[in-house]
C-alpha cells in the first residue's frame, strides 16, 4: 500500500478496466471535482441494477438522496435494527460454540452479513435460504472481473428472481404496512414525492453490494489484523471500550 502512493499514485487496473488512487488529496479531488463523475457506474452495475443513486447527479441525485436521507438517519437505523443484528450474531456464535476448530467466512461472517442484511430489510425469515442463493449470485457477478459467463448467467438470473420477489412485498408495505428497512422506503415522503418500485427495488439490491460484500470484507480483514497483532488483540479483549477505534484503525490498516 505504501509502495502504492509513493511509487504509483495512479494505477491503472487492466482487470478492472479502471484507475486507483491511493494517496488521499487525490481521492478527495476525484471525490470533489465536477470533471469526475459517477459514468463509470453505466458499466459496472448498470447492466445488472439499472441506474440507480450511486450513478445519477443533478437534481435527480438530489431528489433519491432526500428521500433516502430519513431511513438512513442514524440513531432511527440503530433503534430499529441494532437489537436485530446482535441477535443474528449470537445465534450464529451459539452454533459455534462446541466446534474447536471454525471456517469464518463459510460459518459466520457469511451467514451473518446475509442474515443481517435480511433482517434488515425485513424479508421474512423462511425466505432466508433463498435471499442467501439471490446475494452470493449477485456478489459473485460483481467481482467477476475475467468474465465468466456461467457467473454472469447466474447473477442475471438472481437479479430477475429478487426483483420478481420484492415487488410482490414491496407492494404489500404499501398496503398494509410492516417492519424492516424496505416499510421505510415505502413509506420516505418528501414534499409529496416517493419512491417508484422500480427504485425502490434497485435501491435494495444495491444494498447487497453496499452492506454485504463491505461487511463480510471488513469483518474478515478484522479479524486478520487483529490475529496478526497478537498485542492489540490482547488489549482489546483486556477492554472492549476500544472496540471502535480498533475497527477504526483495521479499516486504516486495511
Not at 436485530?84 to 460454540?97: E, K, S
Not at 459466520?108 to 439471490?134: C, M, N, Q
Not at 497478537?230 to 471502535?244: E, G, K, N, V
Amino acid at each position: 500500500r505504501r509502495a502504492w502512493r509513493d511509487e504509483f499514485p495512479v494505477y491503472f487496473h487492466p482487470a478492472s478496466n479502471a484507475y486507483i488512487l491511493s494517496r488521499y488529496e487525490d481521492v478527495h479531488l476525484a471525490l470533489t471535482n465536477p470533471e469526475f463523475t459517477t459514468q463509470s457506474y453505466a458499466a459496472q452495475i448498470e447492466p445488472l441494477l439499472g441506474v440507480t443513486v450511486v450513478q445519477l447527479d443533478g437534481s435527480d441525485h438530489a431528489r433519491q438522496r432526500r428521500l433516502l436521507a430519513a431511513p438512513f438517519r442514524a440513531d432511527r437505523f440503530q433503534s430499529m435494527f441494532s437489537p436485530a443484528v446482535a441477535a443474528t450474531a449470537d445465534r450464529l456464535i451459539a452454533g459455534l460454540a462446541d466446534q474447536s476448530e471454525v471456517e469464518l467466512i463459510a460459518e459466520f461472517i457469511t451467514p451473518f452479513s446475509v442474515g443481517a442484511l435480511a433482517t434488515v430489510v425485513g424479508l421474512p425469515e423462511a425466505d432466508l435460504g433463498l435471499f442467501r442463493s439471490w446475494y452470493t449470485a449477485l456478489l459473485r457477478f460483481g467481482v467477476n472481473l475475467i468474465g465468466d459467463p456461467e457467473v454472469t448467467r447466474a447473477g442475471f438470473a438472481a437479479r430477475d428472481e429478487l426483483n420478481g420477489y420484492l415487488r410482490p412485498l414491496i407492494a404489500e408495505r404499501r398496503r398494509s404496512g410492516g417492519s424492516g428497512f424496505l416499510s421505510l422506503l415505502v413509506n420516505a415522503e418528501v414534499e409529496g414525492q416517493r419512491l417508484t418500485d422500480d427504485e425502490i427495488v434497485g435501491f435494495a439490491m444495491l444494498m447487497i453490494f453496499a452492506g454485504g460484500e463491505t461487511v463480510e470484507k471488513t469483518l474478515a480483514t478484522f479479524v486478520r489484523n487483529l490475529v496478526a497483532h497478537p498485542r492489540q488483540l490482547a488489549a482489546l479483549q483486556a477492554d472492549w471500550s476500544l472496540f471502535d477505534r480498533a475497527l477504526a484503525e483495521s479499516l486504516r490498516f486495511t
